[in-house]
């Protein structure tokens, strides 16, 4: 399933957040050695079971395929949807879902001032700084759903800081994602970089939260 943001954080336009955290989280898992369905697929199958527009040999018993619309912006990993979820995922022959939600995203920050160094007779040998210090934070809960149990079968909420992210760590962000990116990464940003610097530590403290998701999956559905 796709990784869905309800911690109600607009610091950028779009779902961007979530559509890097299901990026990362669904590559991180396959590297594990579950095989997992493209989510393009998963999702027709899901609006086909809501929207009752699946063939006639699979005709949806959806209760809501007489009152919803396809092409309406809803959420259908919502509770709601769970038995419409399961039809679908035993049409794809899924044994299990996994359904992810951001239930915090944030970032603070702290700036800390160096004053300047004056001597008597020599003056001021420099003019201090102000270094600006970001810290990202995120939770992400996942549910496990059995579809031949029918059930959630495990639930748990993991937690993921930006600090916590080391240098060696941040390597094999980049190898996953692809990029020379989260290496790069400084510890002290600049202030006229501000926006820059919390999009990327934010981006830190879900891979960070993804990281410790992949073995919960991993033992979970193995």
Known sequence: MPVVD??????????????????V???????????TLAWFKVSKALE?????????????????KMVLSPGLKQDLTSDLYITEMIQAAKRLKAKYIVRPVILK????????????????????????K????????????????????????ASRTFSGRSV???????NRI???????????ESDICATRDKDICNEGKLKLAL?????????FIGNKVN
């Open 130 to 153: 102000s270094d600006l210090f970001v810290f990202g934070e995120a939770d992400i809960k996942i549910d496990i759903i059995s579809t031949s149990q029918e059930d959630i079968v």
């Open 105 to 128: 995203l944030f970032t603070s920050s702290k700036i800390e001032t160096e004053a300047p160094t004056c001597l008597p007779i020599f003056g001021c040998v420099n003019k201090g």
């Open 207 to 215: 891979y960070d939260t993804v990281d410790k998701v992949v073995d």
């Open 48 to 64: 086909e079971e809501v929207y009752g527009i699946s063939d006639q040999k699979n005709k949806s018993a959806s209760p809501f």
């Open 25 to 35: 989280l669904n590559q991180a898992v396959r590297n594990t050695g579950v095989k």
């Open 174 to 184: 980049d190898a996953v994602v692809g990029s020379q990116y989260f290496k790069s």
């Open 6 to 23: 309800k911690s109600g954080h607009t610091g950028m336009q779009g779902n961007a957040f979530s559509e890097f955290t299901t990026e």
């Open 164 to 170: 916590d992210v080391t240098k060696d760590r941040a």
